[in-house]
Each structure stands twice: as structure tokens, then as C-alpha cells.
């Protein structure tokens, strides 16, 4: 009698520990995972070109499902987009990805210059010399391209990076502003959304004739933009 009252005493503290065992091997739901293409641009040096790529082709459908409770109405001030807006950005940058890539003029020999000397004043007086001498080595062609603010003059700013040489960054404003861009072997730019001044980051790009509505972005979001010689 003994032994056996001694066992039933026992079987709780046992199935206790179980539970405890399975509990403890349950997956954190708490643990973060980064969404996919919507990191800061900090995540694009180990992992490599494939890494942000596929992260930035993750984006788009991520931008897409976000555009309308982000940006579709007034918002607290800044840029007003509609929905009607933001899904004809969203379907002509899929256009965008769809095609060979936005035509753009490649920098000239005699152009080298003037093109080192668009870029925005937070391009160091070092990284231009490195771009000059990659240029120089025939490691690095430039490109031009034109950035506006389709909407409120906010302090929206861009950058623009790839693996041929240094990110640009570029505060966006109503009057068109030209600058030159590293254009990338792969032609593929990624583009990440740096600073919003409100309701949203809402540019157009232009190359020549070609120009496109970007999907509106939020601080974090990351896009393609593929780029071919053009004219």
C-alpha cells in the first residue's frame, strides 16, 4: 500500500515534466523574422546580389498588398494618393519588370565630368574619386537618370544601389533633377525607400522619352528598377 500510494504521488510530477519537455520544444511565436524585401538596406552586404534581388522581388508583391491601408487615403499630412493612384504605379512597374528594363543614355567619355558632378552632395569627394578611377579602369559605365516628386515637396529620399559600385541617395523634389547612377552589368538597380516626408514616397523616374510612376514606398521598402542602354 505504501509503494503504491508512494506511485500515484509521483504521476503528476511526471506528466509535469512532459509538458514542461513539450513546451520547451515548441517553435518562439515571438521570434522576429525579417518580412521578405522589406529590411533596411543594412541586409544587402553579406547575403550577396542573389540575397537582395530575391528580397527586392519579394517586395513587390509586399508593396503591392501594402499600398492601399498605407497610402490610400489622407494619411497625416504629406502626399494624398488614391487607390486608383497607387494601383496603376504598382501595374506599371510590373510592366516595368516584364520588359527589358527603362531605356536609359549612358554617360559619354566627354560627359564624365559633369556626370560625377550631378551627384547629390552626399556622394563624397573619395567615393567620386573611386568612381572616376573604376571609370578610368573600364570597370564602370555611368547613366543618366531624372527623379521628381509627383506630389508635396516633403524631403522624400531615394537610394540607388547595385553591385557595380557605391549606393547614391537623392532627396527628391518637384523640379526634375538629372543625375548619373553606376549602371550595372546585370542591369538591375535596387532602389530603397530612405525617408518619407509624409503619406508616402511618391516619384516618378524619366530617361529620355521613357518615364514611369513609381509605386509609392514607405521608409524600408526596396524595389528593382531595370535599366538598359537605350538611346
Known sequence: MTDRRERQRQKPRIRGNLQQKAQSEQPD??????????????????G?????????????????????????GAGGGGDTITEAESQSRIESHQALLASPGLPVRLVGA????DAIASMPDN??????????????????????????????ED?????F??????????????????????????????????KDGGGGITIALESGAASIAWPTMAPGDQLLLPITPGF
Open 48 to 72: 550577396g546580389r542573389g540575397g537582395w534581388l530575391a528580397a527586392a522581388a519579394v517586395a513587390v508583391a509586399a508593396v503591392a498588398i501594402g499600398a492601399f491601408t498605407v497610402f490610400g
Open 155 to 159: 524631403g522624400d529620399i531615394l537610394r
Open 29 to 46: 511565436s515571438n521570434s522576429e523574422t525579417p518580412p521578405g524585401g522589406q529590411g533596411k538596406t543594412g541586409g544587402t552586404g553579406s
Open 110 to 113: 566627354d560627359e564624365v565630368d
Open 123 to 152: 556622394v563624397s569627394q573619395e567615393a567620386r574619386e573611386e568612381i572616376r578611377e573604376q571609370i578610368n579602369q573600364g570597370g564602370l559605365q555611368l547613366a543618366w537618370v531624372t527623379l521628381w516628386d509627383t506630389h508635396a
Open 161 to 194: 544601389e547595385s553591385t557595380s559600385s557605391i549606393p547614391i541617395e537623392v532627396m527628391a523634389l518637384n523640379a526634375r533633377t538629372t543625375f548619373a547612377i553606376p549602371y550595372p552589368a546585370d542591369g538591375q538597380v535596387l532602389v530603397t525607400g530612405v
